[in-house]
């Protein structure tokens, strides 16, 4: 035992030796041109065939978009739509007819898409107070929620700019007179709803300001229930964004018609933005997104380009390796 | 005997064996009491009410540069002198307004790590310094209690007016004045290496009135006052008058005893305190070194002035977007109604688009305050000194012999190493050893001393002689085991010289030798003795005699003794030579010499000196040698040895003597402008009619290995000037010595030593010689610049001595001269003075402006280092002033090799690659935060979680860096070592050049965009699970941080040419930090994670989308880099990339 431990003492103080003298055992790799057409052919290989399954995935979702902000605008106030909207004596219903030109297998996602809508805005993102959300009523220090803070002297829960302008167009579906049974449970994400709106929260003075934003809550409902309210609430990241609403848990054949009633509520016209409804299919690497692949095809065979590329210069200037007479600084004599 | 006139100032002091010291009150003591000169000390009375009532301070000496006081506050203010730091601060204190775009404590925690990194390290120091200054306080010394006894006191508590005795090899603890000493003239020697580098001893003579106090009971009685300057920096001068017993005693420096200096040869001292403390000499000289900055920190300035204004450009932009956006809300029917519009800050107020763009216009200099990387500062010191460390453990430069290792002694020059483009190096002690050996002599027209040394064995090859292998290894190791004699020759040695012609010769000799010098004998533990003396050469001289059979072994103030071989009987005797005078040497003099009466009572000027000078004093009669001698002389000093002249006269012990000698010490004695010229003239009229005995050749070894350090550096391009005080001759034997000057290379000799110019001198007309001297080093140096420009094929050496340089240093000749002496390879500045050195280091900085180095090893070499870029100190044998003024330290020139060719290289190379990917990482980083804003209508948010943000500098990014800023390496040593030219890399400021910086943040801001374009466009705006959910804000942010974090870790990867398990590690280590810190960060309650509560391990792990974006980003990132090196490697390759590939 003790010469292993001598043993392992030496060792220790020639690697620390070696450490100081900066002459550890190391690995050095140069870009030798056999490295260099290896790692572009590798990577090629690799990323042609990932990009061409990813891309594969994305045909084989099936995804239906329909905009209907201005559709739904009756032809009499499509000059002036903010009128119609912030009217609420004009009935807001509509209906769209949607063509699935695919078989799409269930579950198919409903998603409500906004475009032109700034979520990520400064102002908006840090009108919210997560202690609100959790704790209710209880919880009063509630001044990041301006201006959507108090109203008459009372708190409002949940507070903030965000849960004010809550989305709320409904939709219902109709596939041959029968209405598609829509799952809109489980849309929000589990931890929201577990730990981060509270339980035992329920709406209060909500939307009962002069200005009405968006939608309204059911005060019997508590928060984490809410669940249309959590989806809204994470604040999407670019101002081109959907929004899960629901899942349909039928399948939809080729050549059916989708009948789309649906409550045109939500004011996007007065600052020019667009709405659409989105049915899709989801595959294992998610939705349609032609995107990933294609650029993991560019990248592949720009690899593979690089690779044939550099090996006919390779071959054509032939000159040995490692040579130093074709340095800038060789052709001079310094040695004298 | 360029040592012996460097010390010429000490020597002056040595006359005071034989001669009295001034009287007379000078001009200066009038002024004793009056403003400047107001000390009063009140001696043996430390405690008397007069005493404390003029509050001096306390003997307690404090070096460190904070109090616990002041700690904070001073080291906090340092810390803020820099901009960067300022600005983080102003953004940080912003941050807890509502301006702020994230939260307060997440920016001002990297500022507190940063700069609590900062302080604790300057903390640490502080602390060696404190424990030093602890050590040097408690020291003891006896101090007289007044009682009648000496009792052992610290110094911290000594005070002005204490009587102390200090004992032998003790140090000084304050300044005192010297009361009396062990011997009864009041004598004492000290040495002062501390204070001045030098290592030999220096003698100190207290007042005639003083120095019987030496009984207790004496000591108990002595009272008196002494009145003198205030504390000054000047070592060499004192003030002061003693009032003792109702007289006036002039005080001079030869009575003070310095703090910092040591007693030696002496048992024991009295001295009284007069400064103490901080009011010391040694303190009030004790400045820092000038600081110095490098090359690449003053490029570092510049980038981070483009950032910052890359920054303000951006936040502008970011802010008149923001203001158009902001003012199209501002309608009647409120756009954006979901921002409330109506019911606004004055951060978002529609209807003041204005005051909103400028406010915005301050968040986003604290939001891409990303942009200039906040720990670059921190992370570059920490590197250096490691880099530091890593030059003082290097085993390759640690000199066994005097285990002294190479040492940093500033660590913020590292990278300066690798640059360098001149070398001007001092030649005694740096390139020779400065251990003088006596090898040969030339007695009585013979010459004795066989063996070859290095500079004959150099020039033997250089003319393609064969070399007697026996002689040249024979001087290869020293002979015998006597060091500073190498001198073999069995015709003298062994008392054979009396068997020789001319033998009465010989004797008279080596007699002179013996006794013409002012070296002090010491007799060792083992009974040896030594020399100690203000010149090695004179050290040389005394050894010589010892081994011939002229021992020296005691000196007096009156007298000096030998043991003498009587070559009538053979056997040995003691003799007794009277020292009557000393004819000092000096610089003009050129030659030293004694008065001495013989044990024969004859009286004798023994005589030594420079050829130059002792030829034309020769009598009629004392020119039987001449010619050979000078033959000899010449060979001597072509074989790149010393030489002098000795020699010798008997003097009348006549009225004419008396007469002179009544003059000398009338001369001596006086106080005047005029005094030195009548010295002079005094010393002439004597030193003459000499009678010529021979010569000798000492021999100034070259340090091991300079002749194959030099060809190395020339080799890597470096230039060399040699700046040495040696005469020509000599200067260009070691030269070629040490392969300066080397075969085919053609020298241009500038020098004034001409005809005309000799003839001018002799008239005397200074004007004249003036004009004169300025046009011929004209004339010289416009032929030596024709001649170069015509031949651009060979190889120029340029050789200019002191006084030509003087003229070439003219402010009309300079840009000429500097012009040819950069198209020469070599220059060797002979007879140069330590000021002509620092002016041409000044020149040299300034023409070529690159960087210089110098390396010296004395006191005279300060001037030159301090005002080198870099200067290196030899810890050679002439004390460590030179040291202390250094940057660098190493043992012994050979190492300097090592240090610029792989340590300047690797450091150079290090941190430049250091900045640059610390810039190219922050670039990346911040633009990815800008192309976000660009889709969030530029209101200020940022694209990622705080914590993410504030962690990005500290955690995720920084070891990596430093991991290369320390460990990186591109060829290993030995092929830095084979491959001089490598260094060029350095020299032309490749790694760094403003292509390579702007190219680095090119390509950040092309990673900036790859990273948040494939990233947005990858996982927005479908479901990205397979469950239907979308990618919200966190995971946007989530997955391009990601992204970020892999890219820039990968790209550090891909730029390490060396992986150890640090560097793996490190890089691995911090991408896993990051998900390990998602995953704990994700787990705390949300109401504190926000934004990334579960987002990692709920939202993005599950997600194979999530993964495939990251793998395809990184990628894509890295690919132009990786292609770019690919290819350059391959087909423009770089020095480094050539030889990593021949190690293959």
């Known amino acids: 035992m003790a010469d292993m431990n001598r043993e392992r003492h030496r060792t220790r103080e020639t690697a620390f030796y070696l450490f100081t003298q900066q002459s550890l055992p190391a690995c050095k790799p140069v870009l030798t041109p056999g490295w260099v057409i290896t790692i572009f052919l590798f990577m090629g290989l690799i990323f042609i065939p990932v990009g061409l399954i990813t891309l594969r ?26 009128s119609y909207i912030q009217d609420d004596s004009i009935p807001k219903n509509c209906s769209r007819f949607m063509k699935v030109h695919k078989y799409m297998k269930a579950p198919i996602y409903i998603y409500y898409q906004l475009d032109n809508y700034y979520q990520n805005h400064r102002r908006y993102v840090k009108s919210r107070s997560d202690k609100q959300l959790l704790h209710g009523q209880k919880y009063h220090d509630t001044s990041s929620c301006q201006p959507v803070e108090l109203n008459n002297g009372q708190p409002i829960v949940p507070c903030g700019l965000i849960a004010w302008s809550l989305f709320n167009d409904s939709f219902t579906f109709i596939r041959e007179r029968a209405e598609l049974k829509v799952n809109r449970k489980n849309i929000a994400w589990k931890s929201d709803r577990d730990h981060k709106f509270g339980k035992n929260v329920h709406p209060f003075n909500f939307q009962n300001g002069t200005l009405i934003g968006g939608g309204k809550l059911n005060p019997k409902v508590p928060l984490s229930d809410q669940e249309d309210l959590i989806v809204w609430m994470r604040t999407s990241a670019l101002p081109s964004f959907r929004k899960l609403y629901g899942r349909i848990k039928e399948d939809l054949d080729a050549d059916d018609v989708i009948v789309v009633n649906l409550m045109n509520n939500y004011n996007t016209y007065s600052f020019g933005g667009k709405k659409k409804l989105v049915l899709s299919t989801s595959s294992w690497l998610g939705g349609k997104n032609d995107f990933l692949g294609h650029a993991c095809v560019i990248i592949g065979s720009s690899s593979l380009i690089l690779a044939i590329v550099f090996t006919l210069l390779h071959l054509k200037y032939r000159r040995p390796y490692g040579d130093t007479s074709y340095l800038p600084w060789s052709r001079k004599s310094l040695s004298g | 005997m360029a040592r012996v006139r460097k010390r010429s100032t000490h020597l002056s002091k040595l006359c005071s ?20 000169y107001s000390r009063v000390v009140y001696c043996n009375e430390a405690d008397s009410q007069e005493q404390i009532r003029l509050k001096y301070r306390g003997n307690y000496v404090s070096t460190t540069k904070y109090t616990a006081a002041n700690f904070i506050p001073k080291s906090l203010f340092e810390q803020f002198r820099r901009v960067a730091n300022v600005y983080f601060l102003v953004v940080a204190c912003v941050s807890f307004s509502p301006l702020a775009p994230y939260s307060g404590p997440s920016i001002l925690a990297p500022l507190v790590i940063v700069i609590g990194a900062t302080i604790a390290k300057e903390g640490i120091e502080d602390w060696h310094r404190r424990s030093q200054d602890i050590e040097a306080n408690n020291r003891k ?52 290496m501390n204070l001045d580098g030098e290592t030999n001893l220096k003698l100190k003579h207290a007042l005639e009135v003083t120095s019987s106090i030496r009984g207790v009971e004496t000591i108990k009685d002595f009272r008196a006052v002494i009145k003198c300057e205030d504390p000054n920096e000047h070592l060499y001068s004192f003030v002061g008058t003693l009032y003792y017993e109702c007289k006036q005693y002039a005080l001079s420096p030869q009575q003070i005893l310095l703090r910092g200096s040591k007693l030696k040869n002496t048992n024991y001292i009295y001295g009284v305190v007069i400064f103490t403390g901080h009011d010391t000499k040694v303190m009030q000289n004790a400045v820092g070194p000038p600081s110095k900055r490098t090359r690449i920190e003053r490029t570092m300035d510049k980038i981070f002035y483009i950032l910052f204004s890359a920054l303000v450009l951006v936040s502008f932009v970011g802010s008149v977007v923001f203001g158009i956006e902001t003012k199209k809300d501002n309608g009647g029917n409120y756009g954006r109604w979901y921002l409330r519009p109506d019911s606004t800050t004055v951060f978002f107020d529609s209807r003041r688009p204005l005051v909103a763009a400028f406010l915005h216009f301050l968040t986003a200099l604290m939001l891409y305050g990303y942009l200039i990387p906040i720990s670059l500062y921190v992370s570059i010191e920490i590197c250096k000194v490691l880099q530091s460390i890593f030059i003082n453990q290097d085993q390759a430069m640690y000199d066994e012999e005097t285990e002294r290792p190479a040492q940093a002694r500033t660590s913020n020059l590292n990278e300066e190493l690798g640059q360098v483009y001149t070398i001007l190096s001092d030649k005694t002690g740096t390139l020779t050893c400065n251990s003088m050996e ?23 090859r250089k003319r393609g002689e064969i070399i007697d292998e026996a002689l040249a290894t024979d001087t290869a190791e020293p002979g015998g085991s006597v060091k500073g004699f190498n001198f073999r020759d069995e015709r003298i040695m062994n008392g054979n010289w009396v068997n020789e012609p001319h033998s009465d010769v010989i004797q008279k000799f080596f007699r002179v030798l013996a006794t ?15 020399y100690e003396a203000e010149s090695t050469d004179e050290v040389a001289f005394a050894i010589a005699a010892r081994e011939v059979g002229f021992q020296f072994f005691s000196r007096n103030q009156t007298g000096i003794q030998l043991h003498e071989l009587d070559p009538s009987t053979g056997e040995r005797v003691d003799r007794l030579y009277k020292l009557l005078h000393v004819l000092e040497f000096s610089s003009a003099r050129r030659r030293m010499s004694v008065i001495v009466r013989n044990p024969e009572n004859q009286l004798l000027l023994l005589s030594k000196g420079a050829d130059s000078v002792m030829f034309e004093r020769l009598s009629e009669h004392g020119r039987m040698f001449e010619v050979q ?14 030489t002098l002249v000795v020699a010798y006269r008997e003097l009348d012990d006549d009225d004419g003597y008396k007469l002179w000698e009544e003059e000398y010490v009338k001369a001596k004695t006086s106080v005047g402008a005029d005094r030195d010229d009548l010295l002079d003239k005094l010393t002439d009229m004597i030193e003459r009619d000499f009678i010529l005995l021979g010569a000798t050749a000492v021999e100034d070894k070259l340090q091991k290995g300079v002749p194959s350090c030099i060809d190395k550096l020339a080799r890597a391009g470096i230039r060399i000037w040699v700046l040495t005080g040696d005469k020509k001759g000599t200067a260009i034997n070691i030269g070629y010595a040490c392969s300066l000057l080397r075969h085919g290379m053609r020298q241009i000799v500038i020098t004034l030593e001409l005809p005309e110019i000799e003839a001018l001198e002799k008239q005397g007309d200074k004007d004249a010689i003036a004009t004169a001297s300025l046009e011929s080093v004209e004339k010289q140096i416009r032929d030596g610049k024709s001649q170069v420009d015509e031949e651009s094929s060979i190889e120029f050496g340029l050789i200019i001595d002191g006084k030509s340089l003087y003229f070439a240093l003219d402010e009309n000749l300079v840009k000429l001269f500097m012009n040819l002496a950069m198209s020469c390879a070599t220059v060797i500045c002979c007879r140069s003075s330590p000021k002509q050195k620092a002016v041409v280091t000044r020149l040299v900085k300034s023409v070529t402006n690159k960087t210089t180095l110098a390396v010296g090893d004395g006191s005279n070499d300060v001037g030159m280092i301090q005002e080198a870029d870099i200067g290196v100190g030899i810890s050679g044998v002439e004390g460590m002033q030179a040291v202390m003024s250094s940057d660098f330290s190493i043992a012994q020139f050979r190492f300097l090799e090592h240090l610029l060719l792989v340590h300047g290289h690797w450091c150079y190379r290090r941190i430049a690659k250091m900045i640059c990917y610390f810039f190219y990482k922050n670039i990346a980083f911040g633009f990815t935060l800008f192309w976000f804003e660009a889709y969030a209508s530029f209101s200020g948010q940022p694209a990622y979680n705080d914590w993410y943000m504030s962690c990005y500098n500290v955690f995720f990014t920084s070891l990596p860096v430093i991991a290369l800023g320390v460990f990186d390496q591109d060829v290993s040593a030995t092929l830095c070592l084979e491959h001089p030219s490598l260094y060029q890399e ?14 680095w943040m090119f390509n950040g801001v092309l990673s900036s965009i790859t990273i948040f374009f494939l990233t947005t466009n990858s996982i927005t705006v479908q479901a990205f699970r397979n469950d239907g959910q979308v990618a919200d804000y966190s995971v946007l942010g989530l997955t391009m941080y990601t992204c970020v974090v892999l890219t820039v870790n990968c790209q550090m990867a891909l730029s390490v040419n060396y992986f150890t398990w640090i560097q793996h590690l490190f890089i691995w280590g911090s991408i896993a930090l990051w998900f390990i810190f998602l995953l704990v960060y994700g787990s705390i309650p949300p109401t504190l994670s926000t934004t990334a509560y579960k987002v990692f391990i709920e939202a993005c792990a ?19 880099l990786f292609s770019y090196k690919a290819f350059q490697i391959r087909f423009r390759p770089m020095e480094h990339d050539t030889i990593q590939a021949t190690r293959l």
């Open chain 2, 17 to 36: 064996f034989s001669c009295c010291r001034r009287a007379g009150a000078t001009d200066e003591h009038a002024r004793i009491g009056q403003k400047g």
């Open chain 2, 516 to 530: 013409c010098h002012t070296a002090v004998p010491e007799v060792t533990e083992s009974g040896q003795i030594v």
């Open chain 2, 986 to 999: 350095g020299v032309q400021n490749i790694l760094f050049s403003w292509i390579r910086i702007l190219g």
């Open chain 2, 438 to 460: 006596f090898v040969k002599c030339s007695i009585a027209g013979t010459a004795y001393g066989r063996g070859m040394t290095e500079v004959e064995v150099a020039l033997a």
């Open chain 2, 141 to 192: 010394v006896e101090v007289f209690d007044g009682n009648g006894s000496f009792k052992e006191t610290k110094w911290k508590d000594i005070r002005v007016g204490h009587l102390v005795k200090v004992c032998k090899d003790e140090y000084f603890p304050a300044d005192l004045l010297l009361l009396s000493s062990e011997y009864e003239d009041g004598v004492c020697y000290v040495e002062t």
């Open chain 2, 629 to 642: 001698t000078k033959e000899h002389i010449e060979r001597y000093s072509e074989a790149g040895l010393r």
């Open chain 2, 1102 to 1120: 599950p997600s194979i989308r999530f993964w495939l974006t990251a793998l395809l980003v990184v990628i894509a990132t890295l690919l132009p």
């Open chain 1, 57 to 82: 995935a994305s045909h084989s979702v099936v995804e239906i978009v329909d905009r209907y902000d201005t559709e739904c605008v009756p032809e009499a106030f499509r000059i002036d739509k903010i």
